[in-house]
């Protein structure tokens, strides 16, 4: 079972970039689905970026809100999945999880009910 940690996150001003990164202890990612996901204070856990397993047909999702912005990628180690995140926005402010698709689900949605094995988030501010 995966035991992923996000890593990346801290302060930046509007219009600027981070790159987020999960890694995986256990080192199995390439064959688990990713998803990326966030939760601002008070408003439920919403869908950032998913991407098939390193076997998979290279199926990526992204939220309509940072769709254009937001770059979701494996790296060449498999260990890590990456978030790039451009001309962010205060509205991007939330914590930021990565978790791998549940067992027995089939990868058709990017959505937080279908995933598991959470890290313990990273945050990310974007504020003046």
């Known amino acids: 079972q995966a035991q992923l940690v996000e890593s990346g996150g801290g302060l930046v001003q509007p219009g600027g970039s981070l790159k987020l990164s999960c890694t995986d202890s256990?080192?199995?990612?390439?064959?688990?689905?990713i998803g990326w996901f966030r939760q601002a204070p008070g408003k439920e856990r919403e869908a950032v970026s998913c991407i098939s397993s390193r076997f998979g047909d290279g199926r990526i999702i992204y939220a309509d809100s940072v769709s254009g912005r937001f770059t979701i990628s494996r790296d060449n180690d498999d260990h890590t999945v990456s978030l790039q995140m451009n001309s962010l926005k205060p509205e991007d402010t939330a914590v930021y999880y990565c978790?791998?698709?549940?067992?027995?689900?089939?990868?058709?949605?990017?959505?937080?009910?279908?995933?598991?094995?959470w890290g313990p988030g990273t945050q990310v501010t974007v504020s003046s």
């Open positions: 978790a791998t698709l549940r067992p027995q689900i089939l990868f058709k949605r990017c959505a937080p009910a279908d995933f598991g094995s």
């Open positions: 256990t080192f199995t990612l390439k064959y688990d689905v």
